[in-house]
Structure formats: structure tokens, C-alpha cells
């Protein structure tokens, strides 16, 4: 996927750096970002989290600028309402954003539409998003931050089958390093975690990794 003549398109960019990643290997990538009234209302744009141009999202030590500008191209969207015109893509992806649309179900109707709706047969979508660590049926279903249960995922997997598309295995590994058996705290510090307190939850990363049905 990551080639020349392959296209991507990334949902809730922010400044990461995978943009710059993806053309440093030759592939075509449409970044896209909340509007701009998404961005200040939920706090993205006072964190520095939020990109509002293409210029944000080059990092010269990763690809050179002149390959990035013509690779790359930023555009803002709504993850509740994916314009009709991204579409056609070779892959997406989306990294910890889906659980800040408002609800459970409008993070999993993103995970939906991105694969119906934006790639082409064939293509392939990787999503991360919050998995709740400490209970299988107490969590945030409404809000700024959701998190998602084991069985949430699951049942999304389990839709996204029933729609024709080849979903891998969602496997929880068993806690087999060091750093699974820490877990950081408010106010976070700024070295590495694999999990952290939110509210009254332990949290980790969690993805799904999709192949768009070819038919």
C-alpha cells in the first residue's frame, strides 16, 4: 500500500507525523482535519493538536519538502458527515480520534463509513481508539471522550463481516512487558505509556485493521 501510485486519506491528522511518512514512500495522501469550529469548541486547536493547513504537517527529517508538496494535499472534514467526494482511496486510517465523536456508536459509524465509503474495493482502513482496561460493562458511552469495551469492538468487527469485508482477528494480548504493568496518571508525564488512568478507567490503544470486500 505504501508505493507510488497508491492513495491514502487520514482522518483527524492533527500534526502527526504520518502524512510526511506515507509520501517519504512514494504514496499520495489526502490529511484530513476537523473544520475549524470542531477544532476550538473541543479544545484541539488550544493543544496544539489540531492542523489547519498543509504547512503544519511537513517534517523535512522525514521526506523532503519538495515530495511532500506533491504528494500531500490537507482539507478539512467532519468525521460525523465524510464529504461524498473522498472517496476511491487505496487505504485510511485514523489514530485515537473516533472516541472524541461524541458517542460509542458515532465513533463505530465512522469505522463504517470510512470503509463503505472512501476506499475502493480491495483497499484497507487501520483505526485506533481508547480500549477500557477495567471493566467489560461500566464505561463512558457519551461525551467528549469515549471508551471503548472489549465487546464494543468486537460487535464492530462482527459488522463489519456481515457487510463482506475481511476484518483480522481483535486480539487482547496478555500483559507481557514492563511497562503493561504501569500505568500513568494525571497529569500525564511526557515519556512513553502504554496505559493511563482516564476518569475512573485504565485505558490503552487498541486498533482494527480492515480489508475493503474487492466486490
Known amino acids: 500500500m505504501l508505493q507510488e501510485g497508491k492513495r491514502g486519506v487520514g482522518f483527524g491528522v492533527g500534526k502527526e507525523r504520518l502524512p510526511a ?49 506533491a504528494r500531500v494535499s490537507h482539507r ?14 487505496d487505504f485510511t486510517w485514523s489514530c485515537c480520534c473516533l472516541e472524541h465523536l461524541g458517542s460509542l456508536e458515532a465513533g463505530i459509524q465512522f469505522i463504517l463509513n470510512s470503509v463503505e465509503k472512501t476506499l475502493a474495493g480491495g483497499g484497507v482502513a487501520v483505526h485506533t481508539t481508547e480500549l477500557n482496561l477495567s471493566s467489560t460493562d461500566d464505561t463512558i458511552e457519551s461525551g467528549h471522550t469515549v471508551l471503548y469495551r472489549h465487546r464494543d469492538l468486537i460487535d464492530v468487527v462482527s459488522r463489519l463481516r456481515a457487510l463482506g469485508h475481511d476484518v483480522k482477528p481483535f486480539i487482547i494480548a496478555p500483559d507481557s512487558h514492563v511497562l503493561d504493568f ?15 488512568r482516564f476518569d475512573n478507567y485504565v485505558t490503552t490503544s487498541a486498533g482494527i485493521v480492515v480489508r475493503k470486500s474487492p466486490h
Open 182 to 196: 504501569h500505568v500513568d496518571l494525571p497529569p500525564y508525564a511526557s515519556s512513553p505509556h502504554l496505559k493511563m
Open 76 to 89: 478539512f472534514c467532519d468525521m460525523n458527515a465524510i464529504d461524498d467526494d473522498i472517496a476511491g482511496f
Open 21 to 69: 511518512a506515507f509520501a517519504s514512500r512514494g504514496a499520495s495522501v489526502l490529511a484530513t482535519d476537523a473544520p475549524p469550529y470542531i477544532g476550538v469548541s473541543s479544545g484541539w486547536t488550544k493543544t496544539g493538536q489540531h492542523s489547519d493547513n498543509l504547512a503544519e504537517l511537513k517534517y523535512p527529517s522525514i521526506v523532503p519538502e519538495a515530495d511532500f508538496d
